[in-house]
């Protein structure tokens, strides 16, 4: 059985050609398609899709990562994660949970 991602991904594939259809035909169906593509992205069980940057903090250090299947497999292991769309927000979040952030040239 596939993955619900790969089955969401698989819809919106499908969702995209049609959508290149539509707007050659009507902009209005075009308009209906973007909006059902926009309810299946809404769906996916996970907070980054494919390719997308994010950071997390692991043993006091900000790691960046880029949303693969991996990413997912880790994610359905542990689904309360904490994950950030900057280095940024990360350092501020470690900050306001008094966790002492180490560089990584501190470590040598």
């Not at 993955?3 to 209005?28: F, H, M, S």
């Not at 769906?43 to 006091?60: A, F, H, K, R, V």
């Amino acid at each position: 059985m596939k993955k619900l991602t790969e089955q969401l991904q698989e819809a919106i594939n499908d969702i995209e050609r049609w959508e290149g259809i539509a707007y050659q035909n009507d902009d209005e169906v075009g308009n209906a398609v973007e909006s059902i593509k926009d309810v299946v992205k809404k769906l996916s069980p996970y907070p980054y899709d494919e390719g997308d940057d994010y950071w997390t903090i692991e043993d006091s250090q900000v790691i960046w990562s880029c949303w693969d299947e991996q990413s997912e497999d880790m994610h359905d292991e542990n689904p309360t994660k904490k994950y950030f769309n900057t280095d940024i927000d990360a350092v501020r979040y470690a900050i306001s949970k008094g966790i002492k952030i180490t560089r990584i040239d501190e470590l040598n």
